[in-house]
């Protein structure tokens, strides 16, 4: 649009100097449309912008003076530190569980595929907070933990209430829920690989392991990296909930200064608001570049990253400005 | 040039092969004998079953009666006393790496660039180490004319070129045999010449091929054998001189007359 005539062919190869077609004298070229809707919106939304900011930094309600003063202390960060650990944990081994169940669920046993429906089928029904609760009360019902055949001797046991910290308790209930919903999001992005893909690599004689991992895997990761950064984001949120396990999160700790000093209520959930932001907001980021990363090959050129799209948005605007100060 | 010599021409064979999806019977009894170096165009009205036969020939369906063998090896199946055992999946994919196929769509790996597309079955399978596997792949763009290109994805290649570097990714195996199955049919009009005259170049070469094709003139060129299907039988076979213009059943005059 703003772009001079000619640019896209001098990206397949230069063209000759002499054939550059000129660009058309302004008088001739076709005036934009005028959009005033547009800009009437545009101030409205302005408007209400700048007065939710200003009532963000006016407000005495948030106190902003509080808020420097908690956002840094150690149990913040103790429980922030928390909330990392169970998130990582929990990612890893969900989306490893998932990858698992999404393979069973597409062999060609039907008992691998039966086992595996039944278990997304559980864990997507109960709520995770019920999972965890069960899972604290664990020690209760089961003393020791053992692995042997069924009904018969046990190779080795241990006692549970020795393993089972607060943490690892955490970690244990989001990774099954979460290796629930990884399991779809994983079956989802193999299936959207297209069928000629695995009957090229099987004309090609490629080993059962090499077609899944270089050949399926890495095209299904293009669907599967967006809807699981979604997981990921809410998993960071839904690690709040540790809180009724006794394990002291971001939230739990926010929460429990708040009860100690309860004038400070509204900036200590600032403090925790804040530190979720941050979170999304690193996640995504990575999530940018990971997705890049895969798109290679899937279209002609890469998506440009956010820093060229934005010097190619304000180049475009002065150019328009000044095409118009030329009309 | 001694990276890119091929295995020597395999024989293939067809024995009674019958092929049902569901209630539809695709291919009702097939038998052919395709001979080392030999390149045999198969020819027939669309559902006729060409693209199956070829498609059984390297085991991407299971024959329900019949078996395919390739220099006397069958293929997908071992003898169990008079009787047939299906072969394991690690065998079979064995087996297929001596085969070539080359698809419609080229169904080339979009996520890996074309040299390493031509490279990954050798390294995979274990035959060449990863440099080796990358100067035979180097040569092979050569001989299909897109050394230039063995950096880009297959996505900014035109369909030509993309079916040339499909036909490059079949010879990094050293295959005994090549199986074509409608390798112009995606292309536009302009395209389809760069792809059949490597595949000519192959043809001369005495490589065996077997070619699915509706492009008549292309199979008169450089068929050795041109056989005929209608109905999941072969009608009629023999050199192009004779299906082609002296057809002896009513169907392959009746189909000629419609496509010429």
Do not use: C
């Not at chain 1, 933990?145 to 955490?170: C, K, M, N, Q, W």
């Not at chain 1, 209930?173 to 079956?187: D, K, M, N, P």
């Amino acid at each position: 649009m703003s772009e001079p005539p000619g640019a896209a062919v001098s990206l397949a190869e230069p063209a000759p100097a002499t054939d550059t077609p000129q660009a058309p004298p302004a008088a001739r070229r076709v005036l934009p449309l005028r959009r005033p809707g547009r800009w009437i919106a545009t101030v409205l939304v302005l408007v209400l912008a700048a007065q939710f900011v200003n009532g963000l930094l006016t407000n005495p309600f948030y106190q902003w003076d509080r808020f420097g003063y908690w956002f840094l202390r150690p149990t913040i960060l103790d429980g922030l530190l928390v909330t990392l650990e169970v998130t990582l944990y929990s990612a890893v081994l969900g989306l490893l569980g998932g990858i698992v169940l999404a393979l069973a669920r597409l062999s060609g046993s039907p008992v691998l595929r039966a086992v595996s429906w039944t278990y997304v089928w559980a864990f997507r029904s109960v709520p995770l907070i019920v999972v965890l609760l069960f899972l604290y009360n664990f020690s209760a019902l089961y003393k020791t933990l053992s692995i042997g055949v069924p009904f018969g001797p046990a190779f080795f046991s241990f006692d549970e209430s020795r393993l089972a910290t607060d943490l690892v308790i955490a970690v244990v209930g989001f990774s099954l829920h979460e290796s629930a919903y990884a399991a779809e999001v994983v079956r989802g992005g193999i299936l959207s690989v297209d069928q000629g893909q695995h009957e090229a690599a099987a004309a090609l004689g490629l080993p059962r392991r090499y077609q899944f991992r270089r050949i399926v895997f890495p095209q299904a990761l293009r669907s599967i990296v967006p809807n699981y950064v979604n997981q990921l984001i809410g998993l960071i949120k839904g690690t709040s909930l540790v809180f009724y396990v006794s394990l002291l999160d971001l939230f739990g700790s926010a929460q429990s200064m708040a009860s100690t000093y309860p004038g400070d209520i509204v900036p200590l959930l600032m403090v925790a608001t804040v530190w979720y932001l941050i979170l999304t907001s690193v996640v995504s980021v990575v999530q940018f570049s990971v997705e890049r990363h895969y798109a290679r090959g899937a279209t002609r050129t890469l998506p440009p990253t956010p820093l060229r799209r934005l010097r190619a948005a304000l180049s475009g605007a002065t150019a328009r400005v000044r095409g118009e100060a030329a009309v | 040039m001694t990276a890119t010599r091929h295995d020597a021409p395999a024989t293939v064979e067809v024995h009674g092969v019958h092929k049902w999806y569901g209630a539809h019977r695709v291919l009702n009894g097939v038998d052919l004998t395709v001979r080392p170096g030999e390149v045999t165009v198969v020819l027939g009205p669309s559902g006729s079953g060409k693209s199956t036969l070829l498609r059984v020939v390297n085991h991407l369906e299971k024959p329900e009666t019949g078996h395919v063998s390739l220099d006397g090896e069958p293929i997908g199946v071992r003898r169990q006393g008079t009787r047939f055992r299906e072969l394991s999946e690690r065998a079979i994919l064995a087996q297929r790496s001596r085969i070539g196929f080359v698809f419609q769509n080229f169904n080339l790996f979009p996520h890996l660039t074309v040299l390493d597309n031509v490279a990954a079955a050798p390294v995979a399978t274990g035959r060449l180490p990863k440099p080796e596997a990358l100067q035979l792949a180097r040569d092979l763009l050569g001989r299909v004319g897109l050394a230039d290109r063995a950096a880009a994805y297959p996505r900014q290649l035109s369909g030509g070129q993309q079916q040339r570097v499909a036909i490059a990714r079949a010879l990094a195996l050293r295959p005994g045999v090549i199986l074509f199955d409608e390798p112009t049919s995606a292309l536009d009009p302009e395209l389809v010449g760069e792809v059949l005259s490597v595949i000519k170049d192959l043809a001369t070469s005495g490589t065996t091929l077997v070619i699915v094709t509706h492009e008549i003139g292309f199979a008169r060129e450089i068929a050795d054998r041109v056989v005929f299907m209608d109905g999941g039988r072969i009608v009629e076979q023999g050199p192009p001189a004779e299906v082609l213009d002296r057809p002896r059943h009513a169907r392959t005059r009746d189909f000629l007359s419609k496509v010429l």
